[in-house]
C-alpha cells in the first residue's frame, strides 16, 4: 500500500506517523511545498515576541528525524501541482529547480491547510500574515527598528501578535471592525479582553477598518467607510482570519462544501475515490448542528482538530471508523487574561432561532483562604427544556500567557 500525503505540519504528519504506527510495510510520502514539515505553529507569535528565543526549538522534526524514526520520505520543496484522480497519480514540481516529475499513490491525503485572508486595500502589500516559520522569520526581522505597529484583526491570532509586539516594547493600535474583540465570546467576557489589552497600552478600535496603508501610517474608517483619521504604523500585520486552501481539491475534481472547505463525509472522504482531506482545509461535522440540519458543517481550523483528524484518517485508510464531530475549544492567553470558549455562543444561537439559557457563575480559582484567589468569569449556554450544553466561555486572569490551540 502507498499513501501520498500533500501537506506536513498538523494534520498530515499526524497522518503519516500514525500510519507508520499501524503499517509498518506501508510506503508513506509525504510531499511539502515549504522549508519546513512539521513546527509549532502556535508558537510563532512569541518567537517573535522572545519569550520563545531559540528559532530551532520550533522546528519540532525534519524530513532526516522522520525518516530514521518513522521511515517516512518526506520531501520539502516539493509542490503538488496536479492531481489525476482517475490515474492514482499526482504531479510535483521541485521548488528549488522546476523540474517536474509524477507520483503514484493508493490513497491520497490532501492537507493543505487554510491561507491568510488579506484586506483587499490600497498598500496592503506591505502588511505581514503570520501562517508558517518564514512569516515569523520575516515579522522578526520587521521588527527592528521599528516603533509603532497596526494589528489588523481582534482574533486569537491578532491578540497574540499584538501582545508580542507590546512586549518588545512597540505601541501598538488594534483594529477590529466587528463591536468587540475575540468575536467568539459573547460582549460581557469579551470586554475583559479589551479592558487587559487597554491596560498595557494597546489603542483598541472596534467597528473600525483599514482603508488604506501609506508608508508609515494606517488611515482608518467606520463600518460605513467614512474617514475617521490615520495612526501611525512602521509595522502592519494582518490577522483577519484564514481561509481554506482548496486548489488541489478542486484539480482532483472533489466537491466543496457550503462554507468553502472541502467537503468530506464522517471518515474524511472526498467525492472523489481514494482521495481523503483533513486539517483546516476540510470541512468538520459539527457537533452543535440543528438536528436535522441538510449541511451541518464547519470550518474549525485549529490544531487540536488538525492532529485528531489526522490520526483518524489514518485510522480509517486502514480499515478502522467512527469518529466524534467537532466542538471547537480554544483558549487564548492576552498578557496576565486567559479567555476560552467551546461550542455555541449566544449570537450564534439567536441567529440560528434556538432557545437557550444562559447561567453566569464567578468561583473563586482556587480556595479563597488561600491568598492569590481570582474570580473566575464562566458562562454556560444549555437547551432550556433538555439542559443540553450548547456552549461555554471563560475567562480568568492567570498572570501568565497562554497559547491558543
Known sequence: ?????????????????????????????????????????????????????????LLLQTPESLAARFRLDVRIRSQVTGVDAAAHTVTVRDVGTGDEYVETYDHLVLSPGARPVVPPVPGIERALVLRDVADADRLVAAVDGARTAVVIGGGFVGLEV????????????????????LPLLDP???????????AHGVDVRTSTQVSALTPDTAVLADTAGTDVGKVSADLVVAAVGVRPDTELATLAGAAL????????????????????????????????????????????????????????????????????????TAVVGVFGLTAAAVGRNEKRLRAEGRPYRAIHTHPNQHAGYYPGAMPLALKLLVDPETDQILGAQGSATTGSTSAST
Not at 166 to 180: A, C, K, N, S
Not at 274 to 301: H, N
Not at 308 to 323: E, N, Q
Open 162 to 181: 499584538v501582545e508580542n509586539l507590546v512586549r518588545i516594547g512597540l505601541t501598538v493600535t488594534l483594529v477590529e471592525l466587528g463591536d468587540q474583540v
Open 188 to 198: 460581557e467576557l469579551a470586554v475583559r479582553v479589551r479592558d487587559e489589552l487597554e
Open 1 to 57: 500500500m502507498k499513501i501520498v500525503i500533500v501537506g506536513g505540519v498538523a494534520a498530515g504528519m499526524s497522518a503519516a506517523t500514525r500510519l507508520r504506527r499501524l503499517a509498518e510495510d506501508a510506503e508513506i510520502v509525504v510531499l511539502e511545498a515549504g522549508e519546513h514539515v512539521s513546527y509549532a505553529n502556535c508558537g510563532l507569535p512569541y518567537y517573535a515576541g522572545g519569550v520563545i528565543q531559540d528559532r530551532e526549538a
Open 257 to 328: 462544501g457550503p462554507r468553502g472547505g472541502i467537503l468530506v463525509d464522517e471518515d474524511l472522504r472526498t467525492s472523489v475515490p481514494d482521495v481523503f482531506a483533513v486539517g483546516d482545509a476540510a470541512v468538520k461535522r459539527d457537533a452543535f448542528a440543528v438536528q436535522g440540519e441538510p449541511e451541518p458543517f464547519a470550518l474549525i481550523p485549529l490544531a487540536n482538530l488538525a492532529n485528531r483528524h489526522g490520526r483518524h484518517v489514518a485510522d480509517v485508510i486502514l480499515g478502522r471508523t467512527g469518529m466524534r464531530p467537532s466542538i471547537g
